[in-house]
């Protein structure tokens, strides 16, 4: 647990802890997004980090190295692979996704940050590295019927071991980023940075999850199989190997 804690937040402080604000403003799609990823993988990174900054929801398709559950899919290509039923888009390659992510649902060209530039990709390269490219590689489990759901967003340090084991079972999971709309909201769940009693701007999917849960912590997970909601990483990671491992 603390090594999980200690690296996890090294390879968030590698990347800058990028995927941790999250837009106001942008469209949310009609239609759930389908990202084909490797958690680990330091191509796929700099993707979900965009969501996150996007505050869009994204359903994840994990493929691991080994994988066979979405391989046919991938038709050869390696991931990242967005598919937006939305607008019939399929794309590979982090910086194709990204600048359609961003034109499509925000009208404007990725910031300099979210960009595929080499100093992104050798910062991306040293988060792998600093986890032991945890979240690469599959491991023998069971199909669940339905996806998981998953609350995080993606610098969480706490809810990165959980997308990795999720990556490394092959479960796919509906996504929902709750990244940081504003001041009050940085900081732990249960010591925000506010003087007041802490509230997150309303009509939001922060708003919703705090009114039914009475904070925003991640991650939280939802396994609609078992009828399971949980919360606390190490919680989430000893049900997903007790519930999917074989």
């Known amino acids: 647990m603390l090594f999980d804690l200690v690296s996890s937040t090294l390879a968030s ?13 942008t469209r949310q799609p009609e239609l759930t997004i389908a990202l084909y990823d490797r958690e680990g993988c330091s191509n796929c990174r700099p993707v979900r980090e965009a969501l996150t900054a996007l505050n869009l929801n994204v359903l994840i398709m994990p493929c691991p190295k080994g994988g066979k559950r979405f391989a046919d899919k991938l038709a050869g290509h390696q991931p990242p692979l967005l598919v937006d039923l939305n607008t019939e888009t399929t794309l590979t390659g982090p910086e194709r996704i990204i600048e359609y992510l961003y034109a499509e649902y925000l009208d404007e060209k990725p910031p300099l940050p979210v960009r595929v530039t080499p100093l992104n990709h050798i910062s991306s390269t040293l988060a792998s590295t600093l986890r032991l490219n945890a979240g690469t590689r599959c491991r023998p489990s069971q199909a669940p019927e339905q996806p998981l759901t998953l ?9 990165r071991p959980v997308r990795e084991r999720l990556c490394e079972l092959e479960i796919p999971y509906h996504l929902i980023n709750l990244g940081k709309q504003q001041i009050a909201d940085l900081g732990p769940a249960k010591c925000h940075f506010t003087l007041g009693a802490y509230k997150p701007l309303p009509d939001t999917k922060r708003s919703q999850f705090f009114d039914e849960h009475g904070n925003v912590q991640v ?15 190490q919680k989430i990671i000893r049900y997903l190997n ?3 491992c074989l």
Request: glycine share 2%; aromatic share 20%; proline share 8%.
């Open 13 to 25: 402080s590698a990347r800058f802890w990028q995927g941790t604000a999250a837009s106001r403003t």
């Open 151 to 159: 609350y995080s967003f993606e610098s969480s340090p706490y809810s």
């Open 219 to 233: 991650p939280y997970l939802v396994d609609p199989n078992t009828d399971t909601e949980l919360f606390e990483s």
């Open 242 to 244: 007790r519930t999917y």
